[in-house]
């Protein structure tokens, strides 16, 4: 069955820290890969997509996220966060024309 | 553009009562979703619409009705609450199944 995981429930991190939340997906073909952030009492806003060529692609807010199609994995970075990053990260796999899958989310704490 | 537009933003419903949460968008977009977020769990798609008139089932349509009697409107129907619909509900369109995913700003919703 296909499936996301994000294994990382909660993670904290200091100010001017580096960042990287793991994603990994189950799915028999190379999915449609996406970066989801929801800040607390919104939406979804999406961070980045991944759908094919570079396997290194950038978002907004000074994202990136890389695709290993060895490891199935789509982690999300950033080099230097910022407090008004604290929120919530999902990662989403479109397995099909019309579904998407979410995993459960990264919670991100920012100290400063 | 309002973007996309839910009401209401919260709700509290006596367990077998009826209701109708609205979602609009006035972006032009064929694809709506609905969805849903329970804690810890990420989003699950309910129901989902691929333009005026057609409606298909998600990964946890039941419980749930949905119509698309125009482009703007994608309204969710739930008929019999139930205290597992308890949840944060979340609409969203896009230009085309692989475009972007515009999200509402959600409506939680307690059954009791």
């Known amino acids: 069955a296909q499936s996301v995981t994000q294994p990382d429930i909660h993670i904290t991190v200091s100010e001017g820290a580096s960042l990287e939340l793991r994603c990994n997906y189950s799915?028999?073909?190379?999915?449609?890969l996406f970066w989801y952030v929801q800040s607390p009492g919104q939406g979804l806003q999406l961070l980045l997509k991944?759908?094919?060529?570079?396997?290194l692609v950038q978002g907004i807010k000074g994202f990136e996220a890389e695709f290993k199609r060895s490891q199935s994995s789509f982690n999300l970075r950033k080099p230097s966060v910022h407090w008004s990053d604290a929120a919530e990260y999902f990662c989403?796999?479109?397995?099909?024309?019309?579904?998407?899958?979410f995993g459960a989310g990264t919670r991100l704490t920012v100290k400063p | 553009n309002a973007g996309v537009t839910q009401t209401p933003k919260f709700r509290i419903l006596k367990i077998g009562q009826s209701m109708t949460l609205q979602c609009a968008q006035d972006?032009?977009?064929?694809?709506m979703y609905w969805y849903r977020q329970d804690p810890g769990m990420g989003l699950k798609l309910i129901y989902y619409?691929?333009?005026?008139?057609?409606?298909d089932k998600g990964e946890v349509p039941n419980g749930y009705n949905v119509s698309r009697s125009t482009t703007e409107d994608f309204p969710l129907r739930l008929e019999l609450a139930a205290p597992s619909q308890t949840s944060v509900y979340f609409c969203?369109?896009?230009?085309?199944?692989?475009?972007?995913?515009?999200f509402g700003p959600g409506t939680r919703l307690t059954v009791l």
């Open positions: 969203a369109s896009s230009y085309s199944s692989d475009n972007e995913q515009f």
């Open positions: 799915y028999g073909a190379t999915p449609y």
């Open positions: 991944y759908f094919s060529g570079d396997t």
């Open positions: 989403a796999v479109g397995i099909n024309n019309n579904d998407m899958r």
């Open positions: 972006m032009n977009h064929n694809y």
């Open positions: 619409s691929v333009g005026a008139g057609i409606t």
